[in-house]
């Protein structure tokens, strides 16, 4: 079996899908390499935690499968932590995925981190720029 029983889980049944009004933050990204694009809200309480995560994807079924689970990850957690969610714990929480497909959970990471940085900025809070630097997919040249 190509795909893990987690990722055929998560990408028939997606957790957290939909759109968000009232969003905090709202991160959309698009991978180069195919061309998909992910857009991921969150909404933060008064103390840092995420009390809520929608997504939506025109992507592949890794890519819905990789954003569900990483919704997951980070509903409840506080914001800082969210931001070293890293598509790495994303593939091993859904048990792998093959090896050209690792790309598609970057685009998870990217949104979730464009969604708190997008959050980061509108409520003027200080961050480490380098936390957002680009460039570390495994398999993207790009
Ligand atoms: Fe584009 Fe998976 S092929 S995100």
Do not use: W
Not at 25 to 50: L, S, T
Not at 94 to 118: F, M, Q, T
């Amino acid at each position: 079996m190509l795909y893990s029983e987690k990722v055929m889980d998560h990408f028939q049944n997606p957790r957290n899908v939909g759109k968000m009004d009232d969003a905090d933050g709202i991160g959309e990204v698009g991978n180069a390499k195919c061309g998909d694009i992910m857009k991921m809200y969150i909404k933060v309480d008064d103390d840092g935690i995420i009390s809520d995560v929608k997504f939506n994807t025109f992507g592949c079924g890794s890519a819905i499968a990789s954003s569900s689970m990483a919704t997951e990850m980070i509903k409840g957690k506080p914001i800082d932590e969210a931001l070293e969610l890293s598509n790495k714990a994303v593939v091993e929480a859904l048990d792998g995925l093959p090896a050209y497909k690792l790309h598609c959970s970057v685009l998870a990471e990217e949104a979730v981190k464009a969604a708190v940085k997008d959050y980061y900025d509108k409520n003027d809070i200080e961050y480490d720029k380098a936390k957002f630097a680009e460039g570390d997919c495994p398999t993207c040249e790009e």
